[in-house]
């Protein structure tokens, strides 16, 4: 008997010489794919649209405008750098609402964002009802910027107002809250310290994704509550407060209404609640003084842009992500 052989073929590659010039030639679309591709740039040109009309358009209309000594009435015309320097060199109003801002942005983003945790931590217990309270205590988000909310806040912290009227039942006269310039910019504090509710609901959020087998191995190994929160909660916690923190210096950055009202509309008294935002309308639409407001909003948005980077280039010191740090 003969023994028999097979043999197996062997696949051959065959290249495809290149093009003249060293270039492959390219895949030919489909005209299925290029319908395709006409229809969704259909339906993105409205969006394209308004991003560049009522988006991209204003940015760099202001942006030009920051250079020139314009106002509503007239055309106008073209100063170079002269608003820019007049901002730090003779303007005190701009550096006193520069410093009015950062006091109440350094002051109020850390209270509401620790008496956020404190609450979203009380409601994390498995408290009863609690979708109803966590409605409840988010409503203040949604109002607290608000025209009539700045009102009331005004009429409760006012000479006769309902602050005022209990501290009279335990025997204490209290000043004119919002008329004080020592006390004027504690109630915007202190409101915006009461918009918690946005915050607080991240952070509930938060709380709910950490697992509870760490708290149960830590009780075993004896840790007290307090170890729990400081070595597990708040480690884990970190991703959540950073992104709460870079949301509230930007908004806070940006308040307005609650100063316009409390105030009057011109930050006062002596200018204690004289916002950035507040000034800027000021110069903008009461001095007519455009392109100076212009220029003080680019100084805005770089201020924001730098304390967003420095957030950023901080976090990897002391966000915790899973493993890393």
């Not at 339906?43 to 250079?67: C, D, K, M, N, Q």
């Not at 979203?120 to 109803?132: E, K, T």
């Not at 697992?211 to 307090?226: C, F, I, K, L, N």
């Amino acid at each position: 008997m003969s023994d028999s052989v097979s043999v197996t073929p062997k696949r051959v590659l065959v290249s495809i010489p290149p093009q003249p010039g060293g270039r492959r030639r390219a895949p030919r679309v489909s005209a299925h794919r290029r319908r395709e591709a006409r229809t969704a740039y259909v339906f993105l040109a409205p969006w394209f649209l308004g991003l560049f009309a009522i988006t991209v358009g204003p940015i760099l209309a202001s942006l030009y405008l920051s250079f020139t000594d314009f106002s509503l009435l007239e055309e106008g015309t073209w100063v170079g750098l002269d608003n820019y320097t007049k901002m730090f060199t003779e303007d005190t109003r701009f550096i006193t609402s520069l410093k009015v801002t950062t006091i109440y942005v350094v002051v109020s983003v850390p209270l509401q964002l620790a008496f956020a945790l404190g609450l979203a931590l009380a409601l994390d217990r498995g408290l009863r009802g609690l979708p109803f309270y966590r409605s409840v205590y988010y409503l203040p988000s949604l109002l607290g910027g608000s025209v009539a909310i700045a009102i009331l806040w005004r009429k409760l912290f006012g000479a006769d107002g309902l602050v005022n009227s209990l501290l009279a039942l335990v025997g204490i006269d209290g000043p004119g809250w919002v008329s004080d310039p020592d006390t004027a910019l504690g109630t915007l504090i202190l409101l915006h310290v009461w918009t918690f509710g946005a915050p607080m609901v991240i952070f509930l959020a938060g709380l709910r994704q950490i697992p509870q087998s760490y708290y149960e191995a830590a009780s075993v190994d004896g840790a007290t509550r307090w170890r729990q929160f400081r070595s597990i909660t708040l480690p884990l916690l970190t991703p959540i407060i950073f992104f709460n923190l870079v949301l509230e210096v930007i908004k806070s950055f940006q308040s307005f209404t609650q100063s316009f009202i409390v105030s009057g509309g011109n930050g006062g008294p002596v200018d204690s609640t004289l916002f950035y935002t507040l000034y800027l309308y000021l110069k903008g639409f009461k001095s007519y003084e455009m392109g100076y407001a212009a220029a003080m909003a680019w100084v805005l948005l770089l201020i924001i842009a730098g304390l967003t980077g420095v957030n950023f280039l901080a976090s990897k010191y002391w966000v915790f992500y899973g493993d890393t740090k």
